[in-house]
Nanobody
Framework: QVQLVESGGGLVQAGGSLRLSCAASGVTFGSLTMGWFRQAPGKERELVAG????????AYADSVQGRVTICRGTAEKTVYLQMNSLKLQDAAVYYC???????????????WGQGTQIPVST
């Protein structure tokens, strides 16, 4: 019943920008803290960014600080991840997450999207 679906993935050049979307259904969008994780081949899944249910609080991994922005619109039931100045090391499968409070920013988050692949070319 509860689903998170990512979209907007695709090939992007290093130095370019991309905007990912995560649509939530089956739950009240504004009641969930949301996050974005990513996993590159051979590497552990890691947190990219998180945002509170109200959208007033955000957190970012050091590796993307200043290059990534997470935001949400409750009425649209969508969370966005704006990525700028992309690097080759940003290439990964990106996952949207949802849960109560900070649980959404851990690997034990209750809800996960299917993932969207972001290749980064030279």
């Amino acid at each position: 019943q509860v689903q998170l679906v990512e979209s907007g993935g695709g090939l992007v050049q290093a130095g370019g920008s991309l905007r990912l979307s995560c649509a939530a259904s089956g739950v009240t969008f504004g009641s969930l803290t949301m996050g974005w994780f990513r996993q590159a081949p051979g590497k552990e899944r890691e947190l990219v960014a998180g945002i509170s249910w109200s959208g007033s609080s955000t957190a970012y991994a050091d590796s993307v600080q200043g290059r990534v922005t997470i935001c949400r619109g409750t009425a649209e039931k969508t969370v966005y991840l704006q990525m700028n100045s992309l690097k080759l090391q940003d290439a990964a499968v990106y996952y949207c997450t949802g849960d109560r409070a900070l649980e959404a920013t851990t690997l034990k988050a209750r809800y996960w999207g299917q993932g969207t692949q972001i290749p980064v070319s030279t």
